[in-house]
């Protein structure tokens, strides 16, 4: 693949995630200033959203932090909430034939939600390029980055975002992904057995594993659809 060719697929991947990217940097604000409230520094926040990369995991790890920090309750929330990075593995995995060993371990470290939907949505019309994935994941690791250091400067003058309706744009967000993957009505069913099963197991346990439970169901509502009717050629 030429130079040109990489240079493109990365442009397009960067120019794909920034609208994105640019909408979670508000939350990216918010988690560096809590996380001077909790204690941290803007090394310390900086170097979780470089290693972790997380913004759900983080955003709990912060809610619980405190002095010593109790690392095995920490270790187990972020493995609880980050569970759903099985699933998605699962999906890209076929997609990533072009890839070569090396690249495919910067996969696992920089997937996201964000990132997999873009590369999806990719991989439903194009192949998916190393490229074009890396172009999503440097758009959204760079800005994320930059705005939790940034929001630990502001400290306590940015408010909740529930105060200002500002929680409601992630949801909104992850429902514009998922309509992009609405082909058919094959969609229909899938998308309702995952809600439908992430808010009971909410509503009767709590925590965060009605994030693995929406994802399996949704998986099981796929596998007992009937078989998709080839078109004629």
């Known amino acids: 693949m030429s130079f040109s060719t990489v240079a493109r697929d990365v442009r397009l991947g960067f120019v794909g995630m920034l609208p994105i990217a640019l909408a979670a940097a508000p939350f990216g604000l918010l988690l560096g200033s809590e996380a ?84 999806e949505q990719r991989a439903a019309q194009h192949p998916l390029t ?25 400290g306590g003058i940015l408010p909740a975002p529930e105060t200002i309706g500002f929680d409601f744009v992630f949801a909104a967000l992850f429902i514009s992904l998922i309509t992009g993957f609405a082909k058919s009505w094959r969609t229909i069913p899938v998308i309702l057995a995952s809600i439908a099963a992430s808010l009971l197991f909410k509503s009767l346990y709590g925590g965060t594993g009605f994030i693995l439970a929406g994802g399996l169901a949704g998986m099981a509502a796929a596998a007992l659809l009937p078989p998709e009717k080839k078109k004629p050629s």
């Open 36 to 119: 001077v409230r909790q204690g941290l520094t803007p090394a310390e926040i900086g170097l979780m959203s470089m290693i972790v990369f997380a913004g759900s995991a983080q955003f709990l790890t912060v809610s619980i932090w405190t002095h010593p920090a109790p690392w095995a309750a920490l270790a187990l929330a972020a493995f609880l909430i980050n569970l759903r990075h099985v699933l998605m593995s699962a999906s890209l995995s076929p997609k990533l034939k072009s890839f070569r060993p090396s690249q495919k371990a910067f996969v696992a470290f920089l997937l996201a939600d964000e990132i997999w939907a873009l590369s």
């Open 130 to 154: 190393p490229g074009f994935y890396f172009g999503t994941a440097l758009g959204l690791y760079v800005i994320w980055l930059a705005a939790t250091v940034a929001g630990t400067a502001l």
